[in-house]
């Protein structure tokens, strides 16, 4: 059992991220093609998945055939959701940080021999890994990227009214099944049944946590830093739609744009939506006033930033779009772990 001790600085500091994190989605992905128990909505994708397997892929897939254990170093806490640059900062990672925790696990029998050289911070071994993430990347999560971010906005955009109409404390109470939330005195407990059967305190201690949804992530997982927030990825609510790349959709708009229109949900600014998607602030402001003008969206000012929403003629487009995949069997669009 992992249990988190929250104090009042803690809860007043509790954020829902705005937008999933593509390091952490690549390697949830990774962990689910090996597992028999994918739910329904992911059994057509993971069927899809193994089927494009390569074995330019293996280095990245040794790191994911333990069920419920991942190099921090896969999925460092910044969340990035620009692919190219998050896959950059992973073939950077420093050699000692490589061989802390690679080595134990190679040691144990948990990870194949041939894993040593990237343990020992090999160049060629850093750029094979590099290569097989983004080959992963490619089949695994590129192509679902938009409908993965419309459904983290829709589950952070329900978090977030069950927030403002009920409070902080129904957020965390309805977080996950694999997590209880209960008072203690004057803290209060989130306690996470963990499959490794230790027994964990960890104390924010006012440095407040930072719930990142996720929709591949097969149970919750802690990152502990201690420089900043405690990180809480948590898997978002099943959905009763298969995952889909959002081809129809990209057929009419253009894939980008296609993309924009998918990441407008909860109000985002122009830069959240270029966050979002990985493009620049100027071409999504570009590709936000296209829609503002076809009808599907609008724009409105709060402060200094511009923020968007969906029109009903935008929800009803992204609605038929995805029924329409559905309908015709269209593939689908220093820190520890505990």
């Known amino acids: 059992m992992l249990t988190l001790h929250l104090n009042a600085s803690d809860l007043s500091r509790t954020v829902v991220r705005s937008a999933p994190s593509v390091l952490l989605e690549l390697a949830a992905a990774g962990q689910r ?10 059994a057509a994708w993971r069927a899809r998945t193994r089927a494009a397997l390569r074995p330019g892929m293996r280095p990245l897939l040794d790191l994911c ?5 991942l190099p921090d170093f896969l999925t460092p806490t910044n969340h990035a959701t620009d692919a190219a640059a998050a896959l950059d900062e992973v073939a950077a990672t420093p050699t000692a940080t490589l061989g802390a925790e690679l080595r134990p696990r190679i040691e144990a029998g948990d990870l194949p021999p041939r894993v040593a050289p990237l343990a020992a911070g090999d160049p060629v071994a850093r750029q ?3 290569a097989a993430m983004g080959a992963f990347h490619a089949v695994a999560v590129g192509p679902y990227w938009p409908t993965i971010v419309a459904a983290v906005h829709a589950d952070r955009a329900a978090r977030g009214h069950t927030m403002v109409d009920v409070g902080i404390d129904r957020v965390l109470r309805d977080l996950s099944p694999y997590l209880h939330w209960a008072p203690s005195g004057a803290t209060y407990r989130l306690s996470y049944e963990c499959a490794f059967g230790t027994d964990l305190d960890v104390v924010p201690d006012g440095r407040g946590v930072t719930l990142v949804p996720s929709y591949l992530l097969p149970q919750p997982c802690v990152l502990d830093d201690p420089d900043g927030p405690l990180v809480l990825a948590y898997p978002i609510r099943p959905t009763r739609r298969e995952l889909t790349t959002g081809q129809p959709l990209a057929d009419l708009l253009g894939r980008t744009r296609a993309a924009v229109l998918g990441a407008i949900v909860g109000g985002p600014s122009t830069s959240q939506v270029a966050r979002t998607v990985g ?4 071409s999504a402001s570009q590709h936000t006033t296209t829609l503002r003008s076809a009808g599907l969206i609008t724009t409105h000012r709060a402060g200094s930033a511009v923020r968007h929403a969906l029109t009903p003629l935008g929800e009803h487009l992204l609605r038929a779009a995805r029924a329409a995949q559905v309908g015709d069997g269209r593939p689908a669009a220093a820190v520890t772990r505990r």
Request: charged share 25%.
């Open 128 to 130: 094979r890994l590099r």
């Open 33 to 42: 093609v090996f597992r028999p128990d994918a739910p329904a909505h992911l």
């Open 65 to 69: 055939r333990l069920p419920h254990w």
């Open 279 to 282: 493009i620049s602030v100027a």
